[in-house]
């Protein structure tokens, strides 16, 4: 398989491309959900701390907050104390969450900027990859996917140039 630009030139700028819309027509999975969180073989902890991430990146868990506490998170994913205790500590280790002893465990200041620069960083291996490797079995060109990714941008209320 040649190798995949990894950026897109059209006119000579730089655009953003958000394929996630594509990527859910690929694999039906939900816009924005992370393929290997949500594969069947992640470990339950990553798809806790990957919820917890969602929540800090979407801002309904705000910096500074106090996360829910292990037994919240175990009900809520129906899984064991222990699990949802490791998917907490994968957070802390990430700098995402700090512990307050006796207290529990809180937003970190600059985590939605830290999730945020992780995902980028993520996005052409789990997003943009598949999605061109898609579109190249298709005989799409690089200028029909740049327009299925407007058409999807402006479907969904964006503002991407």
């Known amino acids: 398989m040649p190798s995949l630009p990894t950026k897109l030139r059209i006119d000579g700028q730089h655009i953003s491309v958000y394929v996630a819309y594509m990527v859910n027509q690929l694999t039906n999975q939900p816009i924005g959900t992370d393929m290997a969180a949500s594969s069947p073989q992640a470990p339950i902890f990553v798809v806790v701390a990957k919820s917890l991430e969602d929540d800090i990146l979407h801002g309904s868990l705000d910096e500074g907050a106090q996360a829910p506490s292990t037994n919240e998170l175990s009900a809520f994913h129906h899984i064991n104390p222990a699990t949802a205790l490791r998917g907490l500590n994968h957070l802390v280790d990430a700098g995402i969450l700090h512990k307050k002893r006796g207290v529990g465990m809180f937003v970190s200041p600059g985590a939605r900027d830290a999730i945020r620069a992780s995902r980028r960083a993520e996005f052409g291996r789990n997003f943009v990859l598949p999605a061109v490797a898609e579109a190249q079995a298709l005989g799409?060109?690089?200028?029909?996917?740049?327009?299925?990714?407007?058409?999807?941008?402006?479907?969904?209320?964006?503002?991407?140039?």
């Open 140 to 161: 799409l060109t690089i200028d029909e996917v740049v327009d299925e990714v407007r058409a999807a941008d402006t479907a969904t209320g964006g503002d991407s140039a």
